[in-house]
């Protein structure tokens, strides 16, 4: 079997044994993928659809993310793809013509050498989709579409799950990345609680607008009228396509998802006519929920992404953590799976991943709240993401210099080298700065000694694959067993 091209296994015969199932070809399930196929762990990606979904719906990547896709090596192709916020611009007047206040949805920083990825990055989530699929192609791995899954068992060693056609997986590990309806989660009977953040119903599409239509591709288009507010935004990557969102603020509307309703709406509440919408090319209702799954792992089952939270759109928040969150299970699946780590290593992906997910739904609902969509709605930095660490974790031991462990590592221009350059790769990178390195003899761990960066001051650092400070100390003490605890043995840390 192919190293995650389980295709040809499972697309030619009725079972398949694998160490991770990866159920659903969201972003979620995407970044896992390209995870684990880095990290040499052989995974089935399954998607119950034909194709990947095609909306646009998750448009915004904060600050974090783009820090992750830069480990991945990506992060250039996705910024040439995607573009910068363009600012709100409010029309007015009785025609809705007039041009009004302009702000910005994001609150703007300038990068600095520690946060080199400052802004959101904006850029449709299909598009987002179809490179984290290419780049998982060039990895090694595919996605098998047309495999639902709609039942499973778990015994002491391994799950089996069963596809609505008769197939059958056995996988060590089970990933739900199958999204706010998650049927691993409902299988499973894990409870999702939370509440509603609006009773208004919302429409979201993608549109394409007639070239010569008045809106400009430099502005995101606000209208507010007694039926609600309405959004343009123009999305990177296709000629004159726009996200629509629109809010009803009757609570009994029922919007209409058809081509010819998201016509009707953009001619009734923008200055749009109808058929200057040329093509609807995506449409869906919704109304907003957030809610978080009581338990994010049930033996050797794990949710993540929406199938673990779901949020308002406002900040957005919901596909970022979503990728946060399988960047975080990725390597200690890696490490259990190839490099013999203790199975303890994956209790605390949900010891982790459950605070973090709690504040960001508190973060979301509190800015949908104030203002989803009109003159009140920037996001102020907590959005980026910058600031989620572990603190205080089952996985953060130690402190040295500036820094504790659980902080995010931050990134710096050193003579050594660029420090995001050294962290990426599926390694841990341990940082003697301004002391003697430990001999740490273990190919996962990377060595580097810098001579001074304020930033960390001096002590020892240790990096996790997922970019946060694991652990920290004046002297190698303890160091060891934290490696032990996640499996990047064999080393010998020696005393000097
Ligand atoms: C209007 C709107 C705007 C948004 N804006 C943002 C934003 O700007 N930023 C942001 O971070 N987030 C945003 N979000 C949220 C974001 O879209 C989601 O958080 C994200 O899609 C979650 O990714 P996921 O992979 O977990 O789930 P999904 O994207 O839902 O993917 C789940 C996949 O699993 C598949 N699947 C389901 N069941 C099965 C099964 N039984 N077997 C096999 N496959 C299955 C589905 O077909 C689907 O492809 C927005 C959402 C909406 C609705």
């Given at each position: 079997m192919g190293l995650n091209g389980v295709k040809e296994v499972f697309g030619g015969s009725t079972t398949a044994d694998v160490d991770v199932l990866i159920c659903g070809a969201g972003p979620t399930g995407l970044v896992l993928a390209m995870d684990l196929a880095r990290r040499g762990v052989s995974a089935l990606l399954v998607e119950k659809?034909?194709?990947?979904?095609?909306?646009?719906?998750?448009?915004g990547l904060q600050p974090r993310t783009q820090e992750v896709l830069h480990d991945f090596g990506i992060l250039d192709t996705v910024r040439a793809a995607g573009r910068e916020y363009p600012r709100m611009l409010a029309w007015e007047g009785p025609d809705g013509r007039t041009r009004g206040r302009e702000w910005d949805m994001m609150e703007r920083s300038e990068p600095t050498e520690q946060t080199p990825y400052a802004n959101g990055l904006l850029i449709g989530q299909s598009h987002f989709q179809a490179l984290l699929h290419e780049e998982l192609r060039a990895l090694g791995g595919e996605v098998v579409f047309d495999a639902e899954l709609t039942g499973f068992d778990q015994d002491a060693d391994a799950v089996t799950a069963r596809f609505a056609d008769g197939r059958e997986v056995r996988a060590r590990y089970l990933v739900a990345a199958d999204g706010g309806r998650s049927a691993v989660r409902r299988l499973l009977g894990v409870a999702m609680n939370g509440e509603s953040v609006d009773p208004k119903p919302m429409l979201v599409a993608d549109v394409v607008v007639a070239?010569?239509?008045?809106?400009?591709?430099?502005n995101w288009h606000v209208w507010s009228g007694p039926s609600g507010p309405v959004v343009l935004c123009p999305l990177p990557g296709a000629f004159r396509l726009f996200q629509l969102i629109a809010q009803y603020e009757d609570v009994d509307a029922v919007p209409d998802a058809t081509a010819e309703g998201v016509r009707k709406l953009t001619a009734t509440r923008t200055p749009l006519a109808a058929d200057e919408i040329t093509e609807v090319v995506w449409a869906s209702e919704f109304r907003p929920r957030a809610a978080m799954a009581e338990?994010?792992?049930?033996g050797r089952v794990f949710l993540a992404g929406d199938a673990a939270h779901v949020h308002s759109p406002a900040g957005a928040q919901g596909l970022n953590t979503s990728v946060q969150d399988v960047y975080n299970l990725g390597w200690k699946l890696g490490q259990v799976l190839r490099h013999g780590a203790p199975a303890e290593l994956l209790d605390t992906y949900e010891q982790e991943r459950q605070p973090v997910a709690a504040d960001v739904l508190g973060i979301s609902t509190r800015l949908h709240r104030r203002?989803?969509?009109?003159?009140?709605?920037q996001r102020g930095n907590?959005?980026?993401?910058?600031?989620i660490g572990y603190r205080g974790g089952p996985l953060s031991s130690g402190a040295a210099g500036a820094l504790q462990a659980g902080d995010r590592a931050p990134d710096g221009t050193l003579p050594e080298g660029r420090l995001f350059d050294l962290f990426s790769g599926p390694h841990f990178t341990l940082l003697a700065i301004g002391t003697e390195p430990p001999a740490v003899r273990s190919e996962l761990v990377h060595v580097h000694t810098l001579t001074a960066y304020e930033t960390y001051g001096r002590g020892l650092f240790l990096i996790r694959p997922d970019g946060y400070v694991g652990w920290a100390g004046e002297t190698d003490r303890g160091l060891g067993e934290y490696l032990a605890r996640c499996g990047a043995a064999p080393r010998t840390p020696a005393r000097p």
């Open positions: 659809s034909d194709r990947l979904f095609p909306g646009s719906r998750g448009k070239p010569d239509a008045f809106v400009d591709e430099n338990r994010f792992r049930v203002a989803l969509l009109g003159a009140d709605s907590v959005v980026k993401q910058l600031g």
